[in-house]
């Protein structure tokens, strides 16, 4: 099968962690361990977060009494791709000895007229309590909303509309390479009025960023990968309930949180809604439970899943 799996950020650098390389490179090693099973059988693609890596960056640049200027968003996310698709490459070709493994830079098409530059959503960075939240956002003329228990810097997040470059990134799967790519989303760039691109200041995505892609690779599965085994009504109540099958329709009647699981539910049944495949969000460690149908919250057309069987799946694309 194609998989197209995406790592979320926090799955990267947990919550509370000290965001040090040594840290974030040990986890990605555990990320992998994960993953690797996946990538012997199947075709996989593996895009990741980077919302806390780029928030790092941001203060960093911003604190940097050397520029005239913090580095813009696109930049960042640029250097983010670099960074952790580096730990991902080396810990994949670590695990899949005589595998091929590329890590390519992507930007990813946005429209400038999205709305969603007015109305910052996306979470970035390191989490605050809610005095050093806005006592940051008023130095630094930050947008900042709660996150769970703390509070955390906002910006735009723009709806992708394709990675630019898709077809390379088939190519190389076609080939029987292990593909990294749209890193954080991948870069979000405008189509400027002279018809090139033009990079924007926002962060876009990466579950949403991975449906588009998905579907453009004709993939079999799509994985949204987190630090949370099931997603859940009622989050955080005494009333939750974990969501084990479900259709696209039943998924979109939820009442989920805008800013964290509510994209992760779009992007799954996106791609459920366009392909007639199966999409899924769970635990990083429950990676081969969830492509059994063991583990996860699984979307499928019907509602229904009980492992690869019940997949239409195309004959091998590559020889093994």
């Known amino acids: 099968m194609r998989i197209v799996a995406a790592l979320g950020g926090n799955a990267l650098l947990e919550r509370g962690q000290k965001p040090d390389a040594s840290t974030q490179a040990a986890n ?26 780029v928030g790092v960056l941001a203060l960093q640049s911003a604190s940097d009494p050397n520029l005239t200027t913090p580095y813009p968003f ?3 996310g640029a250097q983010t791709q670099g960074m952790i698709g580096y730990w991902l490459l080396q810990s994949l070709q670590n695990h899949l000895p005589g595998r091929q493994v590329a890590s390519i830079m992507n930007q ?56 630019i470059e898709t077809r390379l990134i088939r190519l190389l799967l076609d080939s029987g390479a292990v593909v990294v790519c749209a890193g954080g989303g991948g870069v979000p760039v ?4 002279e018809g090139r691109l033009q990079g924007v200041e926002a962060v876009v995505d990466k579950d949403l960023t991975a449906a588009v892609l998905a579907e453009a690779l004709d993939a079999d599965v799509l994985m949204i ?29 939820e009442e989920l949180a805008a800013g964290s699981m509510g994209p992760k539910v779009d992007a799954a049944c996106r791609f459920v809604e366009l392909t007639g495949d199966m999409a899924a ?24 899943y009980g492992g690869p069987g019940d997949l239409a799946v195309p004959e091998p694309r590559r020889a093994n």
């Open 225 to 253: 990968l987190t630090d949370v085994p099931q997603v859940s009504r009622n989050f955080g109540t005494p009333e939750e309930e974990p969501i084990a099958r479900a259709t696209p329709a039943a998924m979109r009647r």
């Open 74 to 76: 696109d930049v960042l």
């Open 108 to 163: 990813t098409l946005v429209m400038a007229s999205d709305p969603a530059f007015a109305d910052p959503t996306k979470f970035i960075g390191e989490v605050y309590d809610e005095d050093r939240a806005r006592e940051l956002a008023a130095e630094r003329g930050w947008t900042v909303k709660p996150d769970g228990q703390g509070w955390r810097r906002v910006i735009g997040s723009p709806r992708p509309q394709r990675v």
């Open 281 to 304: 969000i769970g635990r990083l460690e429950d990676a081969q439970e969830i492509l059994e149908g063991k583990a996860g919250t699984i979307v499928t057309p019907g509602g229904k």
């Open 190 to 193: 405008i189509r400027n009025e």
């Open 28 to 53: 990605v090693a555990r990320a992998v361990a994960a993953l690797a099973p996946l990538a012997e059988d199947h075709e996989l693609v593996l895009t990741h977060g980077n919302g806390p890596q």
